[in-house]
């Protein structure tokens, strides 16, 4: 029982600790700065590409993976 309590004020503890020294973050002007938008056109582009690409792969490992079953 005496190892329970420990346990469960030690748990409240680190967890009021945790709630009070905790400090409120504002990342402000990071959405519209230079580097925010550029990796966001960089992401879009890059997925509009694999958009393009991943058919093409697909249907180039279908012939090479079905061919032999063809053939034979």
């Not at 997925?47 to 061919?67: D, K, M, S």
């Amino acid at each position: 029982m005496k190892n329970i309590i420990k346990r469960v004020s030690l748990f409240v503890t680190m967890a009021i600790v945790t709630f009070l020294t905790a400090l409120p973050v504002y990342a402000g002007e990071i959405g519209s700065s230079k580097l925010a938008t550029g990796t966001e056109s960089l992401v879009k582009d890059a997925t509009t590409w694999l958009l393009v690409i991943a058919p093409l792969v697909t249907v180039v490992a279908v012939i090479y993976y079905c061919a032999p079953l063809i053939i034979a």
